[in-house]
Nanobody
Framework: QVQLVESGGGSVRAGGSLTLSCATSRVADSTYYMGWFRQAPGKEREGVAAIYTRADITYYVDSVKGRFTVSQDKAKNTIYLQMNGLKPEDTAMYYC?????????????????WGPGTQVTVSS
């Protein structure tokens, strides 16, 4: 069983920055990708960034490209989401998740393990 715990959420003004962390209890042999998803009230959960942990290859949706950066610290079993230039539309609960080699990185059903989430609120 892999346990994930997010931290680092908070409230910032538009243009501000936050760094989210996702600590994992252990690195499972079955984990190939770690993803960051977000869900705003009344909206579907959407993927925003992912990292192929075995080669440090990163992926982003268009809405966050150039503003968000996903990275990992293997020694700490932790992944990060550096968020700059935050906008009110980035307000959501943010989740990290882990998946194996198959399935789309943008499909939430591809991910087996999820953290409980951390809230990010951006005011204008």
């Amino acid at each position: 069983q892999v346990q994930l715990v997010e931290s680092g959420g908070g409230s910032v003004r538009a243009g501000g920055s936050l760094t989210l962390s996702c600590a994992t209890s252990r690195v499972a042999d079955s984990t190939y990708y770690m993803g960051w998803f977000r869900q705003a009230p009344g909206k579907e959960r959407e993927g925003v960034a992912a990292i192929y942990t075995r080669a440090d290859i990163t992926y982003y949706v268009d809405s966050v490209k150039g503003r968000f950066t996903v990275s990992q610290d293997k020694a700490k079993n932790t992944i990060y989401l550096q968020m700059n230039g935050l906008k009110p539309e980035d307000t959501a609960m943010y989740y990290c998740a882990a998946k194996g080699p198959s399935g789309s990185i943008w499909n939430r059903s591809s991910y087996r393990y999820w953290g409980p989430g951390t809230q990010v609120t951006v005011s204008s």
